[in-house]
């Protein structure tokens, strides 16, 4: 009687399950010893997509007979490097900056909009573990989002250092010229290192939130309100990807920027 009393409690569970919801990425398996997440996994997919877009424009390039579209990407990568170019007032530092500021967006912006191809957080891949999602989003990974802001930190600081001067840079820190400057430096240095939380987890707070509110949505009500709530994720993913790029344009534009300014 027990048996069938706990079967029975077991199907029970099983029917009412809530949807798959982990804040670390889920572990796959273990390539050389190096630890094959879900997450790393759909890393490199996003990688491939955009090495395959980059191949195949850049073989539709045509100087003498451009075509509509690629007149359409010319203006929109003209309009950027002017907005860059407002912000540097300086072109060598527009142009040395442009591919970075661009490949950031464009790898965090595909990431978070390859959420939502069929398959990704429901094909499953049965390990160790248990079963776990073969693909996840990108961004819904800490590690992602720390490792992106740790390049985009160390290119604020190196900037900052080559173009001012290594003591030139470091007085906006550590300034011992009035109990006021020292003060204020302190706060800056602060600031400074927030950063790295600032960028990290503001990405990953918004696209975890996203993705658990969608799972949540669809276990509870599927047939209506998923779409729109999609429809506004993927606007929050291109949002996103904008900041990124943009606050890493402004910090860079301020760490060259003297402290009396």
């Given at each position: 009687m027990s048996e069938s009393i706990s079967q029975h409690t077991n199907?029970?569970?099983?029917?009412?399950?809530?949807?798959?919801i982990a804040i670390a990425a889920e572990k796959l398996g273990e390539f050389f010893g190096i630890t094959i997440s879900n997450t790393l996994l759909?890393?490199?997919?996003?990688?491939?997509?955009?090495?395959?877009?980059?191949?195949?424009?850049?073989?539709?390039?045509?100087?003498?007979?451009?075509?509509?579209?690629?007149?359409?990407?010319?203006m929109l990568f003209e309009f950027i490097l002017d907005f860059?170019?407002?912000?540097?007032?300086?072109?060598?530092?527009?142009?040395?900056?442009?591919p970075l500021l661009v490949t950031v967006f464009l790898f965090?912006?595909?990431?978070?909009?390859?959420?939502?191809?069929?398959?990704?957080?429901?094909?499953?891949?049965?390990?160790i573990n248990g079963i776990q999602p073969l693909l996840r989003s990108v961004n819904t990974d800490l590690n992602v989002t720390i490792a992106l802001a740790l390049i985009v930190f160390v290119v604020i600081e190196w900037t900052g250092i080559k173009r001012l001067g290594f003591f030139q840079y470091g007085?906006?820190?550590?300034?011992?010229?009035?109990?006021l400057n020292f003060f204020i430096g302190l706060i800056?240095?602060?600031?400074?290192?927030?950063?790295?939380?600032?960028?990290?987890?503001?990405?990953?707070?918004?696209?975890?939130?996203?993705?658990?509110l969608i799972a949540v949505t669809v276990f509870f009500i599927p047939f209506f309100l998923p779409v729109p709530l999609m429809m506004f994720e993927l606007f929050v993913g291109f949002i996103q990807a904008a900041v990124f790029s943009l606050l890493t344009l402004f910090f860079v534009k301020i760490a060259i920027t003297k402290s009396e300014h």
């Open positions: 199907t029970v569970a099983e029917h009412v399950a809530g949807p798959h759909m890393s490199w997919f996003v990688m491939a997509i955009l090495i395959v877009i980059a191949i195949v424009v850049n073989r539709l390039i045509s100087e003498k007979n451009p075509g509509k579209l690629q007149m359409f990407f010319e860059i170019d407002e912000v540097f007032e300086n072109r060598k530092m527009t142009i040395a900056f442009f965090i912006w595909l990431s978070n909009w390859t959420e939502f191809l069929p398959g990704v957080s429901s094909i499953t891949f049965e390990t007085k906006k820190f550590i300034n011992f010229s009035s109990p800056e240095l602060v600031s400074e290192i927030a950063k790295l939380i600032s960028f990290s987890f503001r990405l990953f707070g918004n696209i975890f939130a996203g993705e658990v």
